[in-house]
């Protein structure tokens, strides 16, 4: 059974002094209308303004408890969750709560560039025109532009806003085209699946300064399978084994004294 005790020494609240934007206590979830347990009792908190890098063997539950946090989970079929998980200290299973809003508050970032297939300029115009976020086309255009030059693609794209697909730029432009869109509905958290899975090095190291960047006006959850990316840009690591959150604490602490045999041994790359 997983030691929340445990977990609670592992992520104290000292490290920011705010209390948690998230917070998810024995949350368990089965696919296949129950048939596969994939998350056993996880339970941890995500803090406003840092990186908690995802880190564990393939098929371990990274991805999974990631997409419960903005409730990617509730268009699967034969998903069952049980556990809370809050967001501001309210339940988002609570029944007043409004999923498509709730998820208007996160960024999602793929592992693999996914631009729509239109102009630079739609794709990051697109979330906030539909949510209504500004008053005005003079304010989209600013909003559009902040977004290009958060995400580093400002200089490179500027003269082939409406004249260029997304699809037409190289791997790396792309997503951070993809994460310019992602900011483009003002996320609290994002979350990140791989981002630089699919990419190139040159193109990883500007998606890992740019996450880096991002930090001090988001929470960001990545997940990853490079131990070199999460001790490069984390500030606390979530090693998972089988389902399990086996521990969760600084980065330093887990790559240089990990407590469980599983994490250490997947650390020095004996396993997975």
Not at 58 to 74: E, V
Not at 86 to 108: A, C, K, T, V
Not at 146 to 155: E, G, I, V
Not at 234 to 259: K, N, S
């Amino acid at each position: 059974m997983f030691d929340t005790q445990h977990n609670e020494i592992q992520q104290p609240l000292a490290r920011s002094n705010q209390p948690p934007l998230m917070t998810l206590q024995n949350v368990n979830l089965w696919y296949g209308d129950g048939e596969k347990h994939a998350l056993i009792d996880v339970s941890f908190d995500l803090f406003p303004n840092e990186i908690l890098a995802f880190i564990g063997p393939s098929g371990c539950g990274k991805s999974t408890a990631l997409k419960c946090l903005n409730r990617m989970h509730d268009s699967t079929r034969g998903v069952v969750i049980d556990g809370r998980i809050e967001m501001s200290g309210q339940d988002i299973h609570d029944p007043g709560i409004d999923p498509p809003m709730h998820r208007r508050r996160f960024g999602w970032v793929a592992q693999k560039p996914n631009p729509f297939p239109a102009s630079i300029w739609k794709n990051v115009a697109y979330g906030a025109q539909i949510h209504g976020l500004m008053r005005n086309k003079a304010d989209l255009e600013v909003h559009v532009e902040d977004c290009l030059r958060r995400a580093h693609l400002w200089d490179e794209v500027k003269d082939h806003l409406h004249d260029m697909d997304g699809a037409d730029l190289s791997g790396g432009q792309q997503q951070r085209l993809c994460i310019a869109r992602a900011l483009s509905t003002q996320p609290e958290v994002l979350l990140m699946d791989e981002p630089t899975g699919s990419i190139d090095p040159i193109a990883t190291a500007k998606v890992e300064e740019l996450m880096v960047d991002l930090k001090p006006d988001h929470a960001i959850v990545v997940v990853t399978h490079s131990m070199m990316e999460a001790r490069r840009v984390a500030d606390r690591v979530a090693y998972f084994h089988l389902g399990r959150l086996l521990e969760v604490g600084p980065t330093e602490q887990i790559f240089t004294a990990a407590r469980s045999d599983e994490a250490r041994r997947f650390i020095e790359g004996k396993f997975g």
